[in-house]
């Protein structure tokens, strides 16, 4: 499995970064529980350099095979995600990794993964995108899980000024919410999302709209190209064009925010794009 970059989460201004360490570095009480609950010991650990959300974040060889490993502190403002991760994951089977066990041990929360053997996505890849395309529509036939989720109408709130408007992005179906292309993995002719921690309930075209944003950010697509890709999505067509003119405005607003004055690169292209579909959609 091969974790996600993303320092920021779509619909929140929770932009806290986290340290890196590696495993060697955890507690020899975090080691003995974890090669116990894998019943051998890890021979090998290679930290994955990508990813801003978690403070252990590796590849754990046994002498079987591999584990992806994402760990926190307990006393970590997000350890929330950790757990939300592993509540999560028995509804989105075939969609996701699987998730192999959680375990709280010595102050730290871990979280194991079967490791896939994958790449990012590429949003300027047609085929990347047809299984995009795939991996969304399934995700739109899952139903959503009964536990405690965000709620697209408290999540972007801030950003929008007329309740009315607000209230229809609620809905019942489970959304993903952080379409980074770096939480896609292609395998073998599929995409896996990764990276559930801000998974929502909420209006059903509520992703296909949030990943026009992210192929916009690509650099390959314009606008109207990004929204002919999210239209073969079945959820968009489900989409009031007047709500989504709302919400893409909301975008705009949120991202203006996180950018503020001097925004890293990476919040920079995201925030360009947000602006971007928001002026596209106004334009209409």
Known sequence: MVPSASGLTSGSL?????TRIHWADLPDSVHRAVAARL???VLAAETASAGFNSEIAAKL??????????????????????????????????????????????????????????????????GDLELMV???????????????????EQRWAAYVDDPGMLARFAGNSLLHTD????????QRGRALLVDWAWATRGAPWIDAALWVIWLIAAGDHSPAEAEAWAARLPAWRLGDPTVVDVFAQAQARMWADIAGDDPDPWTADLNQAAQQWARFRGSR
């Open 14 to 18: 929770d932009t806290v970064t986290t």
């Open 39 to 41: 019943g051998m010991p």
């Open 61 to 126: 060889t046994t002498s079987t095979g591999a584990v992806f490993v994402k760990g926190m502190q307990l006393s970590h403002p997000r350890v929330w995600t950790q757990r939300r991760e592993a509540e999560i994951n028995p509804y989105v089977e075939g969609l996701a990794p699987a998730l192999l066990w959680h375990l709280e041990v010595d102050d730290w929360s871990l979280v194991a993964f079967e490791h896939v053997e994958a790449r990012h996505a590429d949003y300027r890849q047609a």
């Open 134 to 152: 795939d991996a969304l529509s399934r995700l739109g036939r899952t139903p959503c899980p009964p536990i405690e989720l965000r709620r697209a």
């Open 179 to 186: 379409l980074n292309n770096e939480n896609v993995l292609i």
